[in-house]
């Protein structure tokens, strides 16, 4: 039977092998580009624009996430009640109390957001607050404390960036190419370097939606890892099983979200995928894993 620990455990190999695929796919994918094009400065480069790039982003990703989100923050004396329950649970898991943000929404769904521990946020809708009791908000608070505690937020600004590398590099790719740029001698003029060709076009253009794959698996593995260390600080699965049943049965799309923002959310904000004729092709593709599925492995716990 899967218990707690095996789940976290199973989850944090799984984000290892995502991670380490995916510097590695970064680093095939340049060196394919740069010895077709017979550039070799291009890696580099767009190294450098992504390393700027993710420094802007550790720094202002959380302000315009909660921008775009029309969040306030709110203090002490406007909900007393939600502040004793998150501050309880972030004296159980170790972390500073995180600053509290509410969208005014009557769909129900909430966020963690920040840098790191020592500048998280999370961000409720009222609906949320509203419509759970006691036992699931903790459920929820628990699961986005421990995005906080698992530096979930940083991972997938990350993760971002480097989704960011990989379709800079392929549009560079097939402008370069498509405007003749590159070494007319060597390796483009023989049958290797035909070859080379080829495979970069393919490359270019399967790559970026291949590094959105990994991106949304990375996603959806954080997902699991979020809610099986929640359960951990709350010791009782079943809060978070009820609140994932109660926001997955509410229809209502959260409207201040948007598809850059949605896999920050517990539960996908944008309801695009009620029904059942659903596939395996088609999860490929989703921010969050299956709720049913969620709810099963909290259940067997």
């Given at each position: 039977?899967?218990?707690?620990?095996?789940?976290?455990?199973?989850?944090?190999?799984?984000?290892?092998?995502?991670?380490?695929?995916?510097?590695?796919?970064?680093?095939?994918?340049?060196?394919?580009?740069?010895?077709?094009?017979?550039?070799?400065?291009?890696?580099?480069?767009?190294?450098?624009?992504?390393?700027?790039?993710?420094?802007?982003?550790?720094?202002?990703?959380?302000?315009?996430?909660?921008?775009?989100?029309?969040?306030?923050?709110?203090?002490?004396?406007?909900?007393?009640?939600?502040?004793?329950?998150?501050?309880?649970?972030?004296?159980?898991?170790?972390?500073?109390?995180?600053?509290?943000?509410?969208?005014?929404?009557?769909?129900?769904?909430?966020?963690?957001?920040?840098?790191?521990?020592?500048?998280?946020?999370?961000?409720?809708?009222?609906?949320?607050?509203?419509?759970?009791?006691?036992?699931?908000?903790?459920?929820?608070?628990?699961?986005?404390?421990?995005?906080?505690?698992?530096?979930?937020?940083?991972?997938?600004?990350?993760?971002?960036?480097?989704?960011?590398?990989?379709?800079?590099?392929?549009?560079?790719?097939?402008?370069?190419?498509?405007?003749?740029?590159?070494?007319?001698?060597?390796?483009?003029?023989?049958q290797l370097g035909l070859i080379l060709m080829i495979v970069?076009?393919?490359?270019?253009?399967?790559?970026?939606?291949?590094?959105?794959?990994?991106?949304?698996?990375?996603?959806?593995?954080?997902?699991?890892?979020?809610?099986?260390?929640?359960?951990?600080?709350?010791?009782?699965?079943?809060?978070?099983?009820?609140?994932?049943?109660?926001?997955?049965?509410?229809?209502?799309?959260?409207?201040?979200?948007?598809?850059?923002?949605?896999?920050?959310?517990?539960?996908?904000?944008?309801?695009?995928?009620?029904?059942?004729?659903?596939?395996?092709?088609?999860?490929?593709?989703?921010?969050?894993?299956?709720?049913?599925?969620?709810?099963?492995?909290l259940r067997e716990m």
């Amino acid at each position: 039977m899967a218990t707690t620990y095996t789940e976290i455990g199973s989850n944090k190999r799984k984000t290892v092998f995502f991670m380490a695929g995916f510097l590695i796919f970064i680093i095939a994918l340049g060196w394919i580009f740069s010895r077709v094009l017979g550039m070799y400065w291009i890696l580099p480069l767009v190294v450098v624009i992504a390393s700027v790039q993710a420094i802007a982003s550790y720094w202002y990703s959380d302000r315009i996430t909660l921008a775009i989100s029309k969040a306030k923050e709110i203090t002490h004396d406007e909900n007393k009640e939600l502040f004793h329950l998150v501050e309880n649970l972030c004296i159980t898991a170790g972390l500073p109390m995180p600053r509290i943000y509410i969208i005014e929404d009557s769909a129900p769904n909430a966020f963690a957001t920040g840098r790191d521990p020592k500048h998280a946020v999370i961000c409720y809708t009222t609906g949320i607050i509203n419509k759970l009791d006691k036992a699931e908000l903790e459920g929820v608070t628990a699961h986005e404390l421990s995005h906080v505690g698992n530096y979930d937020i940083r991972l997938m600004t990350v993760i971002v960036i480097l989704v960011g590398i990989v379709t800079l590099l392929s549009d560079w790719f097939l402008r370069f190419t498509f405007f003749g740029v590159g070494d007319d001698e060597g390796d483009s003029n023989s049958q290797l370097g035909l070859i080379l060709m080829i495979v970069g076009i393919v490359l270019a253009l399967l790559a970026p939606i291949a590094a959105v794959l990994i991106q949304l698996a990375l996603s959806r593995n954080r997902e699991y890892l979020a809610d099986s260390s929640g359960v951990l600080l709350t010791r009782y699965p079943e809060g978070l099983a009820l609140a994932l049943e109660k926001i997955s049965a509410d229809t209502e799309p959260l409207e201040v979200a948007n598809k850059a923002t949605a896999h920050l959310y517990i539960t996908n904000p944008l309801k695009e995928h009620k029904g059942s004729s659903r596939g395996w092709f088609s999860g490929l593709f989703d921010t969050h894993p299956p709720i049913e599925e969620r709810i099963k492995k909290l259940r067997e716990m």
